[in-house]
């Protein structure tokens, strides 16, 4: 069972911190997606000078953080007129320490892209790109609405590679409704066939609040069953692993040392100051997040106001909850560092459980997931955690 | 204080329920000035907030009255409430035998039902003059005439004894309180005769133990007697000693023929036995007064805290409840799948639901309730009797010579219409149809002899569908009959799970094995493993069915903007998890150990 006392700090003490700009913009919003961003841009210039603000704001609270990985997300980041990137993150270099080495992403829309502004973006230290392509086939596209065609797919990754970039992360989506199992395949194989070291693959969610969900209410679309979105998951298991990508959290695969190091702090419980409509931050176990409205976010920040929504303290039961979800979400569970930070030690017994239904491998000391324990992560974290946190 | 028992009434009111018995209580209150309209809560009898809800009477109360009357004298009225369910028709006996007369109220737009007609033959039995009240006559839906008739068919009295009154609209109410005057004879008894006094209710009071309600039947009881319970052969000293207005008010003695309390030290409430005479331990009464009978539970069931760590409390909440519910029996029992817990015995079902209820809303206690059975008699082949209040403790079927169970006379009252519902209903329930009359020209009164068995599994629930809500419903034990029983058993995963073991009769077992099994694969949840349901009588599985495992749950996205959210979830899930029952690797939610209740839903 946990004890009462504080988790110990599961995190290294000497990591550095991980920033996040959402830029809430987009052409056309896709009707699947549930991250805030807007179609109208003309607030765009307000946004620029709140964000800088509200960097500001944090530099004025915090003690200067060395950081170590910047992630602009959106919305579509390659909206970014170069000059309003650069006044962002002059904003950034005035708040934190960003060593000269981080990760620097920059989300990008295959249909916005513009040749000059790759380059700029490079000029300004961005140095690995993410592109939703999700589909190669046309209908699929559509389906998702999205703005882009299979071929600016591909030409995207090869302007990318001719502005400089060599780390490219491409989004695929799967388990579209009635998708048949060989258009996955095709989708996977174009994919490995534009040699990025990053894929990830998601299987298609229906999020609540979102067209989609609307029209799956309204019995209008039928979602995958889960039989076959578990069939299609396993199947990008394989493909993956056979194309030399590793599996490192449960939608993401990477070629060796090119996993997203700005992801892995969300998995990680690693501290991230996240700026932008909706952005989350978690810094010294508080996490909050801000008002999903650019209109509320402008208006909080011209009155000097934090445009923050709501914040939590995490308590140590709710981090370990997330210590198990994340961890098992990327496939490894270390039962030594349960037991050292929170004083869990866990039922050996089901442990065995769940090796007997090849769920995990059990080995030295180190829960690692199968395939098929992949597929019901949350099942597992949820057996381990209902067995063993304290009755609250 | 001295009181004539010429000035004395003692009556209570018979009704089903919703007919007006509680509104008219608080009529009669406000009439004699007992209380202020201001002060009225409305039916203050009522006190327990279940009570109020369901508009019934658990415990009976009473309380006195003075009218002043058109004859110029002033009475005390001794109004003794009664419990009105066939459950606590024991205490509804002993509440009757304090009285004199009762008030029969019978709405006038439903008429005459069930349990009407029950609790009047107790009331004529018990040699009570009867005043008929027709209520709600102000309703448009009232069947002023017709009821009349029923009345005069029923209780054999004139049309024109029959008062009419509206308890809501306050129309009738001096009439019924000069009826009281007029027709119920004062209590008999003398002052002087050595003390008899019927305990007809009791109540645990938290400060000053329990409080004896009793009527004088002989002699006279003070402050400082020593005071003898018959039955019990227990001797206390009288501490207190009054008369029951909205509060108790000590008096210091009791005479013959009034009603009243009696505080005597008593620290738990199973020694004031209602039924049993209190004497006066110095110069006992030659004998007891008649009709004490021990109450015996007819319907059993397990009853298990929800989470295994709250044994303690749900043992400490029973105790508290048993203060004030000496009907009540419980006992420690352990099972497999839900660890310690109590095995309980109740009068009937509504008892069984309001003491669940109760524990639940008073004692806040989250418990798991197993399927109510009856009391069998198992007679072994090696000729030794046993009596098996718990379906997992039935001796295999090779010890067994035979096994009988409790047989009740059942009386439903149904329009005519519906007599053929009935007559399939009790049928498909083992009944044994004994014969039909007319109330009137448009109501039957039925009779079956049933199984109890066959009435705890949602009888009364079906019979209302059936009847669209027309039919009312009595019931009372009969006797003890041989029949062709087993026990059926639910494997989950290979383990019986004895929680869920249930005895039925042999006919009835296949079928009820396929419905259990398929009920319980639609309430257990896919989980990590398959699960395996089987039904099976001793070693012979009689039915299967299985939950696949399932196959996918994990959400795809997960990045900082999801963390809190899917932490939530988790949350949500872990609570889930946590209410369920683990039995084996098998993770059961709590309304799997009801599933028997809505197996007749099953197609």
Known sequence: MATDRSPRKVENPDSQIGIYVHIPFCEKKCFYCDFYSIENHSQREEFIDSISREIRHFSETHNPLAADTVFFGGGTPSLLKPADLEKILAALHDAFRISSDAEFTMECNPGTIDTAYLSDYKTLGANRLSFGVQSFFEDELRFLERIHGPAEAFRAVEVAREAGFDNINIDLIYALPGQPIDRLTTNLEKAVSLETDHISAYSLIVEPGTPLAGAVAEGRIVPATESVESSMYEIVMDFMAEHGYSHYEISNYAQGGFECRHNLKYWNAEQYAGFGPSAHSYVDGTRWWNVSSLAKYIARLKTDEAPVSAREKLTPSQMLDEFVLLHLRQGKLDTDILREAFGLTIDRDMISGLETAEYCVFKDGVISLTKKGFKVSDGIAETILAKHSPAV | ?603
């Not at chain 2, 907030?49 to 019934?56: A, F, K, Q, V």
């Not at chain 2, 007559?423 to 014969?435: A, E, F, Q, S, T």
């Not at chain 2, 029983?485 to 296949?510: C, E, M, T």
């Open chain 2, 1 to 603: 204080m001295s009181l004539s028992p010429r000035l004395i009434r003692n009556f209570c009111i018979i009704a089903h329920i919703d007919h007006g018995k509680s509104t008219l209580a608080d009529r009669l209150l406000e009439r004699t000035g007992t209380i202020t309209e201001r002060e009225m809560v409305d039916q203050i009898l009522d006190d327990m907030p279940l009570e109020r809800e369901r508009g019934i009477t658990i415990k009976s109360h009473a309380i006195q009255m003075n009218y002043r009357a058109h004859d110029g004298n002033s009475y005390t009225f001794n109004l003794i409430d009664t419990p009105g369910h066939v459950d606590f028709s024991y205490e509804v006996s002993r509440s009757l035998a304090a009285c004199e007369g009762a008030i029969l109220v019978v709405d006038a737009s439903q008429g005459v039902e069930a349990q009407t007609i029950s609790n009047v033959y107790l009331a004529i039995d018990a040699g009570l003059e009867i005043i008929p009240v027709i209520n709600k006559i102000d309703l448009p839906s009232a069947m002023v005439e017709d009821v009349k008739h029923q009345l005069v068919d029923l209780i054999g009295c004139k049309e024109s004894e029959i008062l009419l009154a509206s308890a809501k609209a306050k129309i009738g109410i001096d009439e019924i309180l000069e009826a009281v005057v007029a027709m119920i004879p004062p209590p008999s008894g003398s002052s002087d005769a050595p003390l008899r006094a019927l305990i007809f209710d009791a109540k645990y009071d938290s400060y000053r133990g329990v409080v004896t309600y009793i009527r004088i039947m002989d002699g006279t009881l003070r402050t400082n007697d020593k005071v003898l319970f018959h039955k019990t052969g227990k001797v206390f000293q009288s501490e207190e000693v009054g008369v029951l207005g909205m509060e108790r008010v000590p008096t210091g003695e009791l005479e013959a023929g009034n009603v009243g309390y009696l505080i005597a030290g008593v620290k738990e409430l199973t020694e004031t036995r209602v039924g049993d005479t209190v004497m006066n331990s110095e110069s006992p009464a030659d004998s007891p007064l008649p009709g004490y009978r021990e109450v015996k539970p007819m319907v059993f069931s397990g009853l298990y805290p929800a989470q295994s760590e709250h044994f303690e409390e749900l043992r400490d909440a029973l105790a508290k409840f048993k203060l004030n519910d000496a009907a009540l029996l419980y006992e420690p029992e352990t099972s497999t799948a839900l660890g310690f817990g109590f095995r309980c015995g109740f009068l009937g079902l509504l008892h069984m639901e309001i003491v669940q209820e109760r524990l639940e809303r008073e004692f806040d206690q989250t418990i798991i309730t197993t399927v109510p059975n009856v009391e069998y008699k198992v007679v072994k082949t090696s000729g030794e009797i046993l009596l098996v209040d718990n379906p997992a403790e039935m001796p295999s079927p090779a010890e067994i010579d035979h096994i009988e169970e409790p047989y009740v006379t059942a009386q439903i009252i149904c329009p005519s219409e519906f007599i053929g519902n009935v007559m399939k209903l009790c049928m498909d329930r083992r009944g044994v149809y004994k014969n039909t009359t007319y109330i009137d020209t448009k109501r039957a009164d039925i009779r079956f002899e049933l199984p109890l068995a066959e009435i705890v599994f949602d009888f009364f629930d079906k019979l209302k569908s059936m009847t669209r809500g027309y039919a009312s419903f009595d019931y009372e034990y009969l006797d003890n009959r041989e029949s062709e029983l087993v026990k059926l058993d639910i494997l989950l995963n290979g383990d019986v799970v004895d929680a869920l073991s249930s005895v039925v009769h042999r006919d009835k077992a296949y079928e009820w094995g396929r419905k259990l099994s398929s009920r319980l694969r639609k309430l257990i949840p896919k989980q990590l493993f398959e699960v395996v349901i089987q039904a099976a009588i001793g070693s012979k599985v009689i039915a299967r069915e299985s939950i696949s495992p399932i196959r996918k749950n994990v959400i795809a996205k997960c990045y900082g903007g999801d963390i809190t959210r899917k932490r939530k979830l988790l949350e949500k899930q872990k609570e889930g998890k946590k209410r369920m029952k683990q039995i084996g690797r098998v993770e059961v939610p709590q309304e799997a150990f009801l599933a028997v209740l809505s197996l007749n839903d099953e197609e």
